[in-house]
């Protein structure tokens, strides 16, 4: 987009942002708060940080005794990712820095790999033994033969590592497992991905329609706090899910579809907008291209043809659609986040972003806003070489689209196969759980045998550790800085992650073990500071700060300087796509060989006696990353199978009955899950929260509790398009004869 058409004022909104009251309503209130203390005055030192529990990132404070005892964090009332107020995990941050079950010193295996035998190591020998093993491989197969797992901050240091030895395989499980459908849909469509945080102005919104994105258990806080707003506003809202999710009990309407056809549904409001002509006329005419194309497509996609399908009641889908086009362009399609279902994930996503169009909400007031951030230039440092292959070669031809590196494609790349000339032998991992986050376990672990050397960088004793060959304790975000977060809102921002004491143990930040390395690799050239603390402190003065100036802040508000939060109607607007409009058919994906405008195909369905796996968050907990938080253990210490009532009747399955699962390939669950029959789940699924059922025993509080859903997700739904990984199509049956609780 042009920003040079658009009028410059000098600063807008920059007035605090209300606070919701009605949130936190929403969990059992004794969450909230339940672990600070009100500490004397005199005896509270506080520090800024910004949260790693989720990958919203929270700015905040945390709050100290003079001789370092962690007291309590709080929310960063300048911050627009919290306005003053963590979620319970946030405040429960502080359990992940008492919890003695946290890695201590490096290990180093002594037996096979997988057997989670290890000896102590100093951080020298440690370091001496990675260095040696990568410029062994480096020179038998090249530096590309290196990858790099990251989901978290330290993935900022290993990436410039692995990019100053010369490997471009730097991949985190929130592209092809998470959000990548989604952006690929929108950047084909309006030129530009959704990004984190979204980009959606719910505090202003009249409608928010939500597809399987359950707000309110997906605890990704100020957006949860301004739905909540825009409720006690008035605002509509919208909920598409085969559960009753906290979300669609907060609802206008909730549409309980039959699990797989969202698609259907989609196509079936695009209908009705378009032959009831209640989309936005003057916005599709001078925004997008395709129209006509897309009318005809969905010429026959009728109520009644998606009642068939999705067993929505034909005058819901006319009343709902009739909803969103009152509010326009005031509404939001939501783009949802883990959108990795049922493999045809980017064509889902790709008629959420045309629902949007046809309702002129991007770009709008109370539709998505066009966010700004504020870029920290690099630290100097000497170009890094040009890798000569990356994953991609692995896979010719296929997954044009992708925009980002795939995580699942660079283990895929890892097992050897004839077709292939080299295949990736070393790998860093550092903050994600590979074995509980990629789907097909068994494929995760071939790869993993595969390998020359697995480094593994955690906080806790994980899966993955268990498979590592040396084992890297990070120590915990509130005892390390960070990169400053320059995230992108309504308004720039920067926050600053600093100690808030020295680490426990033998513990190290990212940031020192990437240097560390580098030194050893004779790298040092990409690492020409004595510490962070003077990276960060010229990086900050390069954009008018400093590292002092944000000890002090935390929270630096950046106002914008252009007046283009929203279109105006009378702007131009180009758009970053081949024909620089909005496109509704789509020409990247007709280029590409795909279908320009989404087809809807049916998806498997259950076998008899089986019931589809479906998943998703709590407010409590994140992944598999706070299991074993002793704070977040205390609200919930496992987790539970909803199943519907007539489905208990029939296994004859009673509330608190233990059972384990097996899937359609006879995969039987580690671990017995306990039942709960309820109403609010169909009759064809079962649900479980992700993040349980955790088989490394050195987690003492979290091992053994509750199901994981990672390994019954044996089935993945391959995105042509881009190479996400739909988890959603795999069955599941019960085993009753469940004799033991869990201890
Ligand atoms: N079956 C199934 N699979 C899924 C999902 C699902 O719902 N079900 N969700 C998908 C989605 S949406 C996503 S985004 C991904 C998430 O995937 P991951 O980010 O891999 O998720 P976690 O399970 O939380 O694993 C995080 C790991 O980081 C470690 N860790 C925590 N804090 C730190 C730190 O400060 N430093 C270091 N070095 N390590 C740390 C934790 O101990 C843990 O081992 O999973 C995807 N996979
Ligand atoms: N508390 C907490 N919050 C989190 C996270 C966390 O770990 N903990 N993780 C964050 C991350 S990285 C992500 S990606 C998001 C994920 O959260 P979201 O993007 O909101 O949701 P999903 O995990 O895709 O979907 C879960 C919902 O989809 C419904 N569903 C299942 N099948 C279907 C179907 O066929 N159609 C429809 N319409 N709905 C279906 C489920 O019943 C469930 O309610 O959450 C984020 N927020
Ligand atoms: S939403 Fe909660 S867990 Fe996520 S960053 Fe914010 S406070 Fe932390
Ligand atoms: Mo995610």
Known sequence: MKRREFIKISSIGLGGIAVASSLYRWVPSDIFGKYTESGEKEDNVRTPTYCEICFWQCAGWVHTTSEGRIKKIT??????????????????????????????????????????????????????????????????????????????????????????????????????????????????????????????????????????????????????????????????????????????????????????????????????????????????????FGFEQLKNHVKDFTPEWAHGITTIEPHIIRETAREM???????????????????????????????????????RRGGFFNPESQSLPKFPHPEYPKPKRTWRDAFPGKYVLAGDVLASGMCDATIPTPARDCEIKAWLVNGTNLIETLPNRKNTLEAIQNLELMVVVDTMPMEITGWADVVLPECTYLERYDMVRASAHREATLALRMPAREPLYDSKPAWWMAKELGHRLGL????????????????????????????????????????????????????????????????????????????????????????RLNYGRAPMHTFTRTANNPNLTD???????????????????????????????????????????????????????????????????AHGRGASDSELITNVMLDPIMGGTGMRGNFVTFITNVEEVQA
């Open 524 to 611: 040092d050239e990409y690492f020409n500071y004595e510490n962070i603390e003077e990276m960060l402190d010229w990086q900050l003065k390069q954009v008018g700060s400093s590292l002092s100036e944000m000890q002090k802040l935390g929270v630096k508000r950046i106002p914008r300087q252009y007046d283009d939060l929203y279109f105006r109607d009378s702007d131009e607007v180009e758009f970053n796509t081949n024909s620089g409009k909005i496109e509704l058919y789509s020409s990247d994906l007709a280029n590409a060989g795909f279908d320009p405008i989404p087809v809807y195909t049916a998806h498997p369905e259950p076998p008899p006696n089986f019931y």
């Open 325 to 363: 086009a009152t509010a326009s362009p005031a509404v939001i399609v939501h783009p949802g986040r883990h959108v990795t279902w049922y493999g045809d994930d980017t064509q889902r996503m790709r008629a959420v972003a045309i629902l949007n169009a046809l309702l002129g909400s991007w770009g």
């Open 635 to 701: 609200l919930m210490d496992e987790n539970t199978l909803w199943v519907n009532p007539k489905v208990a009747k029939i296994w004859d399955l009673k509330n608190n009955q233990y059972v384990k699962l097996k899937n359609q390939d006879g995969v039987v669950s580690s671990f017995a899950i306990k039942v709960r029959v309820t109403e609010r789940i169909r009759h064809d699924s079962v649900y479980m929260v992700h993040g349980f059922g955790h088989s490394n025993p050195k987690l003492s509080r």
């Open 75 to 288: 929310g960063h009332d300048d911050d627009p990712h919290c306005n003053g107020r963590l979620c319970p995990r946030g405040t429960g941050g502080v359990g992940m820095f008492y919890d003695e079950d946290r890695l201590k010193t490096p290990l180093i295996r002594t037996k096979e790999r997988g057997k989670d035998v290890f000896r102590e190591a100093t951080w020298d020998e440690a370091f001496d033994y990675i260095a040696e093993k990568l410029k062994d491989i480096a020179a038998k197969h090249g530096p590309e033969c290196i990858a790099l797992f990251t989901h978290g901050s330290g993935g900022k240091f290993f990436g410039h590592l692995l990019k100053a030895m010369g490997s471009d395989n730097i991949g985190a499980p929130s592209y092809a497992q998470c959000r990548g459908p989604r952006e690929v849909a929108f950047y084909s469509t309006f030129g530009s991905i959704i990004g984190s945080p979204e980009p959606t102005d719910i505090r202003d919104t009249r409608c928010l329609v939500l597809i399987g994105s359950h707000l309110g258990e997906n605890m990704h806080n100020s957006q949860v706090q301004e739905m909540s707003d825009a409720i006690d506003k008035g605002a509509a809202i919208i909920t598409v899910d085969p559960r009753y999710s906290i979300a669609a009990s907060k609802s206008k309407f909730w549409l309980p579809i039959k699990p797989a056809t969202d698609l259907a549904l989609l196509l079936s409001w695009i209908h009705v907008l378009i032959y009831e002509e209640w989309y936005d006329k003057d916005y599709v005419e001078r925004r997008t």
